[in-house]
């Protein structure tokens, strides 16, 4: 469903991404986890189709981003870490604004709409302007959505920050039951956590390369520790990366 092959993207002399290769099936949650100025972002500007890459290429379910990136976006449900919202709309408005960008069905479109304000429980603040909305509110909408025109595929940028726990855990619980219906997942997160309870795979990013992926078993052997959390395997693979200890990552054509 998601396919990079050796993606490199360069701002002036830094390379922020590196010969990044990686494939992401249909129904797979797949964390994407590294330190601060790893890349993590570049990549997913370039997965959305918001930044092009210098080199190699980005597919979505066979779709070049770079030929055809409308047919490609259309299937994309994209959920940034900051919720940037047109604040003098509604919830409501600003759900049909996303719906027309995406061509639904008007006849449709309003129960659609009703259910996922049910979902994320907005649905008592649905003709309130989302100027009053909390960042807990304007993260729920966002996804509400991102997900409203039915996404093969949707990339998340740190889907938790600002949701209390009751909200972690319906997200949870919708990213599963989503993935268990054949939605492809490409999740970047800090909180490791997260990635550990929700990812079926995870790849390791560091200066823009990926060092290490796999489930969290694979990532255990590549970081030679026998057992650890994600936290401790991830502290164990950026440190001895750097001091250049780690096995050279996957070749640029193996999936993870």
């Known amino acids: 469903m998601i396919t990079l092959q050796d993606v490199t993207k360069r701002y002036n002399q830094v390379i922020a991404v590196n010969r990044l290769s990686l494939h992401v099936p249909a129904g797979a949650i797949f964390g994407f986890i590294g330190?601060?100025?790893a890349g993590k972002t570049t990549t997913i500007k370039m997965l959305g189709g918001l930044i092009a890459p210098d080199a190699g290429s980005v597919h979505i379910k066979g779709i070049s981003m770079k030929?055809?990136?409308?047919?490609?976006?259309?299937?994309?449900?994209?959920?940034?870490?900051?919720?940037y919202l047109y604040e003098k709309l509604t919830g409501m408005e600003f759900l049909k604004f996303i719906a027309d960008l995406y061509g639904m069905n008007p006849v449709s479109f309003r129960d659609k709409a009703l259910s996922m304000l049910e979902r994320f429980s907005l649905i008592d603040w649905k003709d309130e302007l989302i100027e009053a909305y909390s960042?807990?509110?304007?993260?729920?909408?966002?996804?509400?959505?991102?997900?409203l025109h039915d996404p093969e595929i949707i990339i998340v940028?740190?889907?938790?920050v600002g949701l209390d726990p009751a909200g972690i855990r319906m997200v949870k619980q919708l990213f599963q039951e989503l993935a268990d219906a054949g939605v492809s997942f490409f999740l970047?997160?800090?909180?490791?956590s997260i990635?550990?309870?929700?990812?079926?795979r995870i790849g390791v990013i560091q200066h823009g390369k990926l060092i290490a992926t796999g489930t969290l078993n694979d990532l255990q052997v590549q970081s030679g520790a026998t057992s650890g959390d994600l936290e401790s395997v991830f502290l164990k693979l950026t440190r001895e990366e750097s001091l250049g200890y780690v096995h050279p990552p996957p070749s640029p054509g193996s999936r993870p």
């Open 35 to 37: 330190p601060n100025g």
């Open 67 to 83: 030929d055809e990136p409308e047919k490609a976006k259309k299937i994309i449900g994209f959920i940034p870490d900051r919720p």
């Open 135 to 147: 960042h807990g509110m304007r993260q729920r909408l966002i996804m509400a959505a991102a997900i």
């Open 157 to 160: 940028d740190e889907p938790m």
């Open 188 to 192: 970047s997160t800090h909180t490791l």
């Open 195 to 200: 990635a550990q309870d929700l990812c079926h």
